[in-house]
């Protein structure tokens, strides 16, 4: 229609014309009806791009509340394979790999490709070009991460490969710190939920106060009864909670309780909101795997087969009494891999000032992130995988797995699909590569040198050292806390 106005003709007559994708070209050699369509095609890509743009900047620049704290937002994409809906992914990772303002990283939003097999991930299916794409995108801006559509736990028998509307019934995530699917009093879906609270227990002290049993099996079960009682209190305590959430009115929260929750549009101003929130989940999280399990047996998971399966064991076991806790208190309980950037440190701090410096377990500034190996671990990428992955099932409120990238990921896009195709072997359901991203402020040149002190280029020291602190990237690493820091320095790659 722009292009009616344009040339003074009228072009009615293609106004519903099928378009298979979005792609741009040069008009030069074009003629007729052919050349019309095209031109309206690299306009409209254009202006797409351009409200690309205009979304990464927003969410990099709104404020949510005093103290400028950018919103945390992320988006799930990848398998909208219609032209449109393909049009509109490419030109977000497109914008995304350009950057911001004068090409720093974008922070904001987390950017998670849906990898589904017949959809977006081998040669042979439609978004296969696009997931190409979003590899390269990841190997120098961080995004997007990876959610394995294809992992058992992350399935609905309700999803249809010809219905056209088979997002609803998709997995979508926050990132390592909410995923929300299964659902006891409505649908099962990710739309229009959320995670209402979520309380972490320290195992590691858990784990401390057992050691002076000298018998193994005694000194074990002692620690799950002293688990139990915890779990007891963090779900009785994540209950009352709610129960207080529940008394709120809809018209306490117009915009949330406007459309946003599932079933909030059928709330008055004067309902109460319980039953549109208790379809949102209540997370159980841990924290420090491997420091509890080098304290009940001397090794960590990642070492030891025997410590392996005691982890294994000791986190089904929160699962369990999560879905008890589930019938007990009529809520939706999950558990969560936590990912603990502050807690790590302030945890740490209190076990060690109580229990003094204990090797292995509160020797280091911070406790390891939930199940994961060690950061400090040397170990292949795929024995990591294995370690981890049986992990996610039992984690459905939240988890990542990560590798660890040396050199340049930028010229190695095929190093991030080998990651991927070992979260579709493993059945691991969410991921991300971690790799070096140096920029400097004042010229803008980049590489992934570690340890960078001054610019190759300009020779400032005005850089940006860029990093993922778990599922999500925090500024430059000047801005992380000491815990995170000596965490960041004591990293290993996987090879």
Same mark, same amino acid.
């Given at each position: 229609?722009?292009?009616?106005?344009?040339?003074?003709?009228?072009?009615?007559?293609?106004?519903?014309?099928?378009?298979?994708?979005?792609?741009?070209?040069?008009?030069?050699?074009?003629?007729?009806?052919? %050349?019309?369509?095209?031109?309206?095609?690299?306009?409209?890509?254009?202006?797409?791009?351009?409200?690309?743009?205009?979304?990464?900047?927003?969410?990099?620049?709104?404020?949510?509340?005093?103290?400028?704290?950018?919103?945390?937002?992320?988006?799930?994409?990848?398998?909208?394979?219609?032209?449109?809906?393909?049009?509109?992914?490419?030109?977000?990772?497109?914008?995304?790999?350009?950057?911001?303002?004068?090409?720093?990283?974008?922070?904001?939003?987390?950017?998670?490709?849906?990898?589904?097999?017949?959809?977006?991930?081998?040669?042979?299916?439609?978004?296969?070009?696009?997931?190409?794409?979003?590899?390269?995108?990841?190997?120098?801006?961080?995004?997007?991460?990876?959610?394995?559509?294809?992992?058992?736990?992350?399935?609905?028998?309700?999803?249809?490969?010809?219905?056209?509307?088979?997002?609803?019934?998709?997995?979508?995530?926050?990132?390592?710190?909410? %995923?929300?699917?299964?659902?006891?009093?409505?649908?099962?879906?990710?739309?229009?939920?959320?995670?209402?609270?979520?309380?972490?227990?320290?195992?590691?002290?858990?784990?401390?106060?057992?050691?002076?049993?000298?018998?193994?099996?005694?000194?074990?079960?002692?620690?799950?009864?002293?688990?139990?009682?915890?779990?007891?209190?963090?779900?009785?305590?994540?209950?009352?909670?709610?129960?207080?959430?529940?008394?709120?009115?809809?018209?306490?929260?117009?915009?949330?309780?406007?459309?946003?929750?599932?079933?909030?549009?059928?709330?008055?101003?004067?309902?109460?909101?319980?039953?549109?929130?208790?379809?949102?989940?209540?997370?159980?999280?841990?924290?420090?795997?491997?420091?509890?399990?080098?304290?009940?047996?001397?090794?960590?998971?990642?070492?030891?087969?025997?410590?392996?399966?005691?982890?294994?064991?000791?986190?089904?076991?929160?699962?369990?009494?999560?879905?008890?806790?589930?019938?007990?208190?009529?809520?939706?309980?999950?558990?969560?891999?936590?990912?603990?950037?502050?807690?790590?440190?302030?945890?740490?701090?209190?076990?060690?000032?109580?229990?003094?410096?204990?090797?292995?377990?509160?020797?280091?500034?911070?406790?390891?992130?939930?199940?994961?190996?060690?950061?400090?671990?040397?170990?292949?990428?795929?024995?990591?995988?294995?370690?981890?992955?049986?992990?996610?099932?039992?984690?459905?409120?939240?988890?990542?797995?990560?590798?660890?990238?040396?050199?340049?990921?930028?010229?190695?896009?095929?190093?991030?699909?080998?990651?991927?195709?070992?979260?579709?072997?493993?059945?691991?359901?969410?991921?991300?590569?971690?790799?070096?991203?140096?920029?400097?402020?004042?010229?803008?040149?980049?590489?992934?040198?570690?340890?960078?002190?001054?610019?190759?280029?300009?020779?400032?020291?005005?850089?940006?050292?860029?990093?993922?602190?778990?599922?999500?990237?925090?500024?430059?690493?000047?801005?992380?806390?000491?815990?995170?820091?000596?965490?960041?320095?004591?990293?290993?790659?996987?090879?």
């Amino acid at each position: 229609k722009t292009l009616e106005d344009l040339y003074g003709q009228d072009f009615s007559h293609l106004y519903n014309k099928p378009i298979d994708d979005y792609l741009t070209q040069t008009l030069d050699g074009l003629s007729g009806d052919r %050349r019309i369509i095209q031109h309206a095609i690299n306009r409209t890509v254009s202006r797409v791009h351009q409200s690309m743009e205009a979304f990464i900047h927003n969410m990099n620049t709104i404020h949510s509340r005093g103290g400028n704290q950018v919103v945390f937002s992320s988006i799930n994409y990848g398998t909208d394979t219609s032209a449109e809906g393909r049009c509109i992914i490419r030109e977000l990772l497109k914008s995304t790999y350009r950057g911001v303002g004068n090409g720093e990283t974008a922070i904001f939003p987390i950017q998670i490709w849906k990898k589904k097999r017949g959809v977006s991930y081998l040669p042979e299916d439609r978004n296969y070009d696009l997931y190409q794409l979003a590899c390269k995108v990841t190997a120098r801006r961080f995004f997007p991460n990876f959610l394995n559509l294809d992992a058992t736990f992350n399935q609905s028998e309700d999803w249809k490969a010809d219905d056209p509307q088979r997002y609803i019934h998709e997995v979508a995530t926050m990132g390592c710190r909410t %995923r929300v699917f299964e659902n006891r009093f409505g649908p099962k879906t990710s739309i229009g939920r959320g995670n209402l609270s979520f309380s972490t227990i320290n195992i590691v002290r858990l784990a401390i106060e057992c050691m002076q049993v000298e018998n193994k099996e005694e000194r074990i079960a002692l620690f799950f009864a002293k688990l139990d009682h915890m779990l007891e209190l963090t779900a009785r305590q994540l209950h009352e909670r709610m129960e207080f959430q529940k008394t709120a009115y809809a018209k306490q929260f117009p915009l949330l309780m406007s459309s946003l929750w599932l079933g909030s549009e059928k709330l008055k101003p004067n309902d109460s909101i319980a039953s549109v929130i208790n379809q949102g989940t209540l997370g159980i999280g841990f924290i420090g795997l491997a420091e509890c399990l080098v304290a009940l047996t001397g090794k960590h998971h990642g070492e030891d087969e025997d410590s392996q399966a005691l982890g294994i064991r000791i986190v089904t076991y929160i699962r369990d009494r999560a879905n008890q806790f589930s019938e007990q208190y009529q809520h939706n309980y999950s558990v969560l891999a936590t990912p603990a950037e502050g807690l790590s440190g302030k945890f740490t701090g209190k076990d060690r000032k109580k229990f003094g410096s204990l090797p292995g377990i509160t020797d280091r500034d911070y406790y390891t992130n939930s199940n994961h190996v060690p950061v400090y671990y040397k170990c292949s990428a795929r024995h990591k995988a294995e370690v981890e992955a049986p992990y996610h099932d039992l984690t459905r409120g939240g988890h990542i797995f990560y590798v660890e990238m040396d050199g340049d990921a930028t010229h190695n896009p095929e190093a991030i699909m080998r990651v991927v195709d070992m979260m579709d072997k493993y059945n691991i359901g969410y991921g991300s590569v971690n790799h070096n991203r140096n920029r400097c402020l004042d010229c803008g040149y980049e590489n992934s040198t570690p340890n960078l002190e001054a610019c190759p280029k300009c020779g400032s020291k005005h850089l940006d050292k860029l990093q993922r602190i778990t599922g999500y990237l925090v500024g430059t690493t000047d801005r992380w806390n000491n815990a995170k820091l000596s965490e960041l320095n004591d990293r290993v790659t996987h090879n």
